[in-house]
């Protein structure tokens, strides 16, 4: 088994999924949610992360296939679904402050846009299934190597996901309010990026 395969797979995937770039944006989606229920939002949204990266990587080459979607098309559904999300950050909650509102307490944004597109996304689907069909490597071994590398950087998110609290405390109320604001602008321009990727990915541009 060649270790530095798998040591390049997880910077790959770290890259990609980027966990450490997801804490802010974890305590932005969860912002007035109590603690306990944040857990249970973290751990919710990675584990349907990793069955969904794992089912892309066992068999994401050929659902696409049978479906008749591709990747590009793919990557393109993702943006336009993040870009949604974007709007919803940088202008909704404003909307529910001046009004005197409070973010709904049942919101749950486990599945999306956290398990996806932003733990499993376009992106991380077409690793995954890079990773699995890599030339140099194949077999039960290595598939499996793989899934467990996936598997060790979704537990990084998590991990981040924990730490929630303890930035929504460190920032303040007015410092989660000044970066959701900007994360609701990187995730817009997140978005097109996706959207221009797979136009790229037809061959238009």
Do not use: W
């Amino acid at each position: 088994m060649d270790l530095q395969l798998y040591v390049t797979a997880f910077v790959t995937l770290f890259v990609i999924i980027d966990p450490i770039a997801l804490a802010p944006l974890f305590v932005a989606l969860t912002q007035g949610i109590e603690p306990v229920r944040r857990r249970r939002l973290a751990l919710r949204a990675c584990v349907i992360g990793i069955i969904l990266l794992t089912l892309f990587g066992l068999l994401g080459d050929k659902i696409l296939a049978v479906i008749g979607i591709s990747m590009p098309a793919f990557r393109i559904s993702g943006g336009i679904l993040l870009f949604i999300t974007a709007l919803d950050m940088l202008f909704e909650r404003r909307t529910q402050r001046r009004e005197g509102q409070h973010a709904d307490p049942h919101h749950d944004p486990s599945v999306f846009p956290l398990a996806t597109p932003l733990i499993a996304g376009p992106g991380a689907f077409t690793t995954m299934i890079l990773l699995v069909n890599n030339s140099s490597a194949s077999g039960p071994a290595h598939t499996l190597a793989i899934h467990g590398v996936m598997i060790a950087v979704v537990a990084c998110s998590f991990v981040f996901f924990l730490a929630a609290d303890l930035i929504e405390r460190a920032l303040g109320r007015t410092g989660v309010i000044v970066i959701t604001r900007l994360l609701g602008m990187l995730l817009a321009a997140l978005s097109v990026q996706f959207v221009l990727d797979g136009i790229r990915g037809t061959g238009m541009i």
